[in-house]
């Protein structure tokens, strides 16, 4: 039971005068008792909370900047009328700043024997699960004198989920791998892995690819055409570790490489190709094999979902040898690490061989493009010292990428908002190349 405001300025209005003129509290009883009379009455009236039932329905899943829907009704079996505020509890990061009270706090009458639907419109600000509190009602009788509070444990969850921002390069993306793999005017004239036509040779093609025998049954030299080999494995690497957690820009590099890892993904299964993911630190943090094209992405997807950076070194050993297990026959390896110098010579480069001997390696990073504005930073002593500084970490980075070139790994080195098409081009190109 509470007192609500309208009833405590009611008894301070009907005091006054006895406080004034006649200081005692049975005066003061006195003149309150039909305001006590008609609290009682009220908080009577008031619908009991305790015997409401409530359940939810809705949304499940929502991509990181949308909305989620979440429906809960309420069943009044009592004699009374239920007038009510209710606060549907859920946690902070499930709202915009400065927008959870209004969007949490709602007022709901229900009658005798029915139900009322009300629905809370969640927009989350951060991966992972979020999982609904309580749910608190204060009920008033019709005066609105007293009331009622009790809360409710009504539970329900929503998975927010990558946004996937890299989407928008997927159909030109495509588009290049309909003409690798045939399926348009253009055909593919370097090495390939699968025979797919014969055509008349033009100059520029490379004198390997003549069909001798076609030839010799026609007035034209004929070339043989390529096209990408399908069913081929590719395996994507998150490392999870204490360097993914630096944020460029306003996100984690790791929800950079994520949606690198998503767009890839997207365009090897629409190649015909096998898709594995890995997350790994100091051990596997998610694991999807063996899934389907049309699963593979709700797949990753709800994977990368609950992923976090883990603020630990990365155990590079325990990777390769988890990536060993996990691609046992020659494969394209993605790792979406960092180049910093340190994390990579004491860490990746002494146990490379191991991946490069049996697999195609392709390292991805994520550069952070102040240090490109810090460069061209000039005018004042601070900027010099800025741009002398970003040249350094430029040029380390520079001779990181050369380091693991020379073991024969593709490098990939872009700007978060560039990261995703730069390695989808990277992946056509070994195809082009035949080295996938």
């Known amino acids: 039971m509470a007192l609500t405001g309208r009833t405590a300025l009611l008894a301070a209005l009907g005091s006054l005068p006895v406080a004034l003129w ?50 809960l009704t309420i069943t009044n079996p009592s004699r009374r009328p239920l007038r009510a505020h209710l606060r549907d509890a859920w946690p902070p990061s499930s709202w915009q ?9 709602h ?7 029915e139900r009322r639907r009300i629905t809370t419109r969640l927009r989350p600000t951060r991966r992972g699960d979020r999982h609904a509190d309580r749910v608190t009602l204060r009920s008033y009788g019709p005066l ?5 509070q009790g809360t409710h444990e009504v539970p329900w969850a929503v998975r927010v989920l990558p946004p996937f921002a890299s989407r928008k390069h997927l159909p030109a993306k495509l588009a290049r791998l309909r003409e690798l793999d045939g399926r348009t005017s253009v055909l593919t004239r370097g090495e390939g892995t699968e025979f797919d ?19 010799a049954r026609r007035t034209t030299v004929a070339v043989r055409t390529w096209r990408p080999e399908r069913d081929r494995h590719v395996l994507l690497v998150l490392d999870t570790g204490r360097t993914s957690a630096g944020r460029v820009g306003d996100a984690p590099r790791l929800d950079a490489s994520m949606d690198a890892a998503l767009l890839l993904a997207a365009l090897a299964s629409r190649a015909g190709d096998r898709v594995d993911l890995l997350a790994y630190d100091r051990r596997v943090r998610a694991l ?20 976090e ?81 970003a040249a350094q970490a430029q040029a380390e980075r520079l001779r990181t990428s050369e380091q693991l070139r020379r073991h024969g790994v593709t490098v990939v080195d872009a700007t978060p908002d560039e990261l995703a098409p730069a390695l989808a081009d990277a992946y056509l190109a070994l195809k082009t190349a035949g080295r996938l």
Not at 97 to 105: C, D, I, L, N
Not at 144 to 148: A, F, G, H, M
Not at 292 to 301: Q, T
């Open 288 to 307: 999807v094999q063996g899934r389907p094209a049309r699963d593979v992405l709700p797949a990753l997807v709800n994977a990368m979902a609950s992923l």
């Open 197 to 215: 036509s014969l055509r008349e040779y033009v100059p520029g093609d490379d004198t390997r690819s003549i069909d001798w025998r076609a030839t």
């Open 144 to 148: 609105r004198l007293l009331s009622r």
């Open 22 to 71: 006649e200081p005692s509290w049975t005066g003061v009883l006195a003149v309150n008792a039909p305001l006590v009379v008609a609290c009682a009455c009220d908080f009577a009236l008031a619908a009991p909370v305790r015997h409401l039932r409530l359940t939810r329905s809705g949304d499940t899943s929502a991509r990181l900047g949308d909305t989620a829907d979440v429906t």
């Open 309 to 389: 950076p883990e603020l630990v070194e990365t155990d590079a050993r325990g990777l390769t040898a988890t990536a060993l297990r996990t691609a046992p026959r020659s494969s394209l390896i993605v790792l979406l690490t960092t180049l910093d110098a340190a994390p990579v010579e004491e860490g990746l480069l002494p146990v490379l061989p191991q991946l490069t001997r049996r697999h195609t390696v392709l390292v991805a990073s994520v550069t952070d493009p102040h240090i490109a504005r810090m460069a061209t930073s000039r005018g004042t002593a601070d900027a010099v010292y800025e741009a002398a500084a």
């Open 97 to 105: 700043p400065g927008t959870e009270v209004a969007a949490s706090r």
């Open 107 to 113: 007022t709901v009458t229900v009658p005798v024997g």
